[in-house]
Each structure stands twice: as C-alpha cells, then as structure tokens.
C-alpha cells in the first residue's frame, strides 16, 4: 500500500545518517528536520485505476505529506517536516528551506533531498500531449535541434548542518553551502516559458550573497530540458 518512493525515501536517509558517521539513535528528540521535494503521485494513480486495491494504509501511503513525516516518525525527529512540490526544483527547494531552517536556528541540522519515480503511465501521456518530451528519443541541450526533455528517475538526501557546529562535533564534511537563492520567473511569453532574466537574476543574487565572482566557479550543473 506505500508509494516505493516513501520506502526509498527512508533507505537514502538511513544512508545518509550512517554515511555522515552519525548513530541514528542520538538524533532521536533532536530538533533534526525534514525537508523533501516530491513532485510525483504515479503510485496512487494504480490505486485509483483499481479501486478494490484501496486499503486503510493507502492513504498514508500515498499522501505526499506523509512522505517527509515518515521519516520523522521513523528517527524521532521533532523539527519541521515538509513536502515540497515545485515541478523539476522540488528537492532544490526543499534543499533551500533546510539551509533557511538551520541558518534561523529553527533546527540543528536537516535531511533534505527528494525522489521521482515514474509508476504510472500518466505523467508520459500528460507532457506528450503537451509537447514537451523528446521527438528524437535524446535530450538536445542547448542545441537547436532541441525539441523536448527525456523523462528520468533519481532520488537523494543529504544531512545537513551548521559548519560550525559540524566542525566542532568532528563530522565528516563533504562540501559546504556558500549560498542558496530561490526566485520565480513571474509573467513571461508562457506559463512554462524559461524567462532568462529571471535566471540571470538568481545567480547574480546568489553570488553576491556567497560573496564569490563567477569568474571562480569551477563546475555548473543545470537543469537542462531540451529548449
């Protein structure tokens, strides 16, 4: 009766407790919270397509809210637990709120990420009809010959805390979070529309919080669909 996504869910963030060196057991009643991006109901749409398969878990099982609150309840976890669904940022916003929560001093530390699955047919017919996936079978970004995106599956969590406070407690520290900056496009030529300077707009934002020059970023990593 549980969406997989809500087991996968709480086996990546086991993972990423266990790989942060942390026993589970001493974060129980800490101010620890959960923040999650999840944009994707496939799983409850088999359940609607067979009504007689509905069940009295099929609601907490299917329930984005529970989602997050899962995991919250599995560790004892007594900070804020959230839901995210913002289309393909979900889990980049939800990562943004738990470095908002901590920096406040909401809560201790976060695990944050989200996951997408695709368990049903509906999400392939709904963004078919709407032209947005790929004639071509491949993902052509940044390219002219784009003419949609490719539909994938992936999932991930990280545990999140004040450097500080990570340092002083000897954790193992992967990377450090210079800034985090969230923006909307707002009017455009269309509602699905990139508007690019809105997007210049964030990363000049989010530099000049970081206090760093563009000129120094090795990597970029970006959000791609073909357009």
Same mark, same amino acid.
């Given at each position: 009766?549980?969406?997989?996504?809500q087991?996968? =869910? +709480?086996?990546?963030s086991?993972?990423?407790?266990?790989?942060a060196?942390?026993?589970?057991?001493k974060?129980?009643?800490?101010?620890c919270?959960v /923040?999650?991006?999840?944009?994707?109901?496939?799983?409850?749409?088999?359940?609607?397509?067979?009504? #007689?398969?509905?069940?009295?878990? @099929?609601?907490?099982?299917? &329930? #984005?809210?529970?989602?997050?609150?899962r995991?919250?309840?599995a560790?004892?976890?007594?900070?804020?637990?959230?839901?995210l669904? @913002?289309a393909?940022?979900?889990?980049? !916003?939800? /990562?943004?709120?738990?470095?908002?929560?901590?920096?406040?001093?909401?809560?201790?530390?976060?695990? @944050?990420?989200?996951?997408?699955?695709?368990?049903?047919?509906?999400?392939? =017919?709904?963004?078919?009809?709407? @032209?947005?996936?790929?004639?071509?079978?491949?993902?052509?970004v940044?390219?002219?010959?784009?003419?949609?995106?490719t539909r994938?599956?992936?999932g991930? !969590? /990280?545990?999140?805390?004040d450097?500080d406070?990570?340092?002083?407690?000897?954790?193992?520290?992967?990377?450090? !979070?210079?800034s985090?900056?969230?923006?909307?496009?707002?009017?455009?030529s269309g509602?699905?529309?990139?508007?690019?300077?809105?997007?210049?707009q +964030?990363m000049?934002?989010?530099c000049?919080q970081?206090?760093?020059?563009?000129?120094?970023?090795?990597?970029?990593? &970006?959000?791609? &669909?073909?357009?």
């Amino acid at each position: 009766a549980m969406d997989p996504q809500q087991c996968m =869910l +709480l086996e990546m963030s086991w993972e990423a407790i266990e790989h942060a060196g942390i026993p589970a057991e001493k974060m129980r009643g800490s101010r620890c919270g959960v /923040f999650m991006g999840i944009a994707s109901l496939d799983y409850s749409y088999r359940m609607a397509d067979d009504l #007689s398969a509905i069940g009295p878990n @099929t609601a907490t099982g299917n &329930t #984005s809210s529970v989602a997050s609150n899962r995991l919250s309840y599995a560790f004892d976890l007594h900070g804020p637990s959230l839901s995210l669904d @913002t289309a393909c940022s979900s889990s980049l !916003v939800a /990562f943004h709120l738990a470095c908002q929560s901590i920096r406040s001093g909401e809560t201790d530390m976060a695990l @944050t990420g989200g996951i997408s699955l695709h368990l049903h047919p509906y999400g392939f =017919l709904i963004f078919s009809k709407a @032209t947005m996936l790929w004639k071509t079978g491949r993902c052509q970004v940044f390219d002219e010959a784009g003419d949609g995106y490719t539909r994938s599956e992936g999932g991930g !969590v /990280f545990l999140l805390k004040d450097l500080d406070q990570a340092i002083a407690d000897g954790d193992r520290i992967l990377a450090v !979070v210079a800034s985090s900056v969230v923006n909307t496009d707002g009017y455009k030529s269309g509602l699905t529309v990139p508007n690019p300077a809105a997007q210049i707009q +964030l990363m000049e934002q989010a530099c000049e919080q970081a206090g760093i020059s563009p000129d120094e970023i090795d990597y970029l990593e &970006t959000h791609g &669909t073909g357009t």
